[in-house]
T-cell receptor, first 111, second 113 residues
Framework: SQQGEEDPQALSIQEGENATMNCSYK?????LQWYRQNSGRGLVHLIL?????REKHSGRLRVTLDTSKKSSSLLITASRAADTASYFC???????????FGKGNQVVVIP | EAQVTQNPRYLITVTGKKLTVTCSQN?????MSWYRQDPGLGLRQIYY???????DKGDVPEGYKVSRKEKRNFPLILESPSPNQTSLYFC????????????FGPGTRLTVL
């Protein structure tokens, strides 16, 4: 089942601005992962946050996780044209071995 | 270089003609899976494998088969392709379990006429 749902679906920003996207899920999770996909290419892993973590940073990326609200956010600071891509969250339910992806957020960074 | 490879990258075929999309990884990963990506539907898991000879259905397994005879290979078989299987297909692998970082192949764009 498709568990992760990102919001908003499409975002257009100027270079240098911050981009924030959200993901909600329905069940208990072990961790939540964010991936980036450049047009038509394979997904690339960005960051993983475990269920007992609330915030994690990696370079210009900041991820938060609120297990009480079953939601996560991905913040990209000081965006660059190269950040133009689709961003997906993914979760694995406890009790099965299936990784479920959201429908993705398309982010366009205008130079 | 650690990678997941898929072949072919592009394929146009006709309804009913059996085809196989190969997937191979060189990272000694236990977990491998197949996804299809369609506009507006995101990525949906077709099949996954926890290890050699262990496979299981994902969310959309109908019309597909897989096998895992060797750890590095996980081919996707379409016995009788239909136009609704026109899609972008991705293979992925991870160390141990699906809880870990997934490494994706470059994708196979399949068109069934």
């Amino acid at each position: 089942s498709q568990q992760g749902e990102e919001d908003p679906q499409a975002l257009s920003i100027q270079e240098g601005e911050n981009a924030t996207m959200n993901c909600s899920y329905k069940t208990s999770i072990n961790n939540l992962q964010w991936y980036r996909q450049n047009s038509g290419r394979g997904l690339v892993h960005l960051i993983l946050i475990r269920s007992n973590e609330r915030e994690k940073h990696s370079g210009r990326l900041r991820v938060t996780l609120d297990t009480s609200k079953k939601s996560s956010s991905l913040l990209i600071t000081a965006s660059r044209a190269a950040d133009t891509a689709s961003y997906f969250c993914a979760t694995v339910d406890y009790g099965n071995n299936r990784l479920a992806f959201g429908k993705g957020n398309q982010v366009v960074v205008i130079p | 270089e650690a990678q997941v490879t898929q072949n072919p990258r592009y394929l146009i075929t006709v309804t009913g003609k059996k085809l196989t999309v190969t997937c191979s990884q060189n990272m000694n990963h236990e977990y491998m899976s197949w996804y299809r990506q369609d506009p507006g539907l995101g990525l949906r898991q077709i099949y996954y494998s926890m290890n050699v000879e262990v496979t299981d259905k994902g969310d959309v397994p109908e019309g597909y088969k897989v096998s895992r005879k060797e750890k590095r290979n996980f081919p996707l078989i379409l016995e009788s392709p239909s136009p609704n299987q026109t899609s972008l297909y991705f293979c992925a692998s991870s160390l141990g379990t699906p809880y870990n970082e997934q490494f994706f192949g470059p994708g196979t764009r399949l068109t069934v006429l």
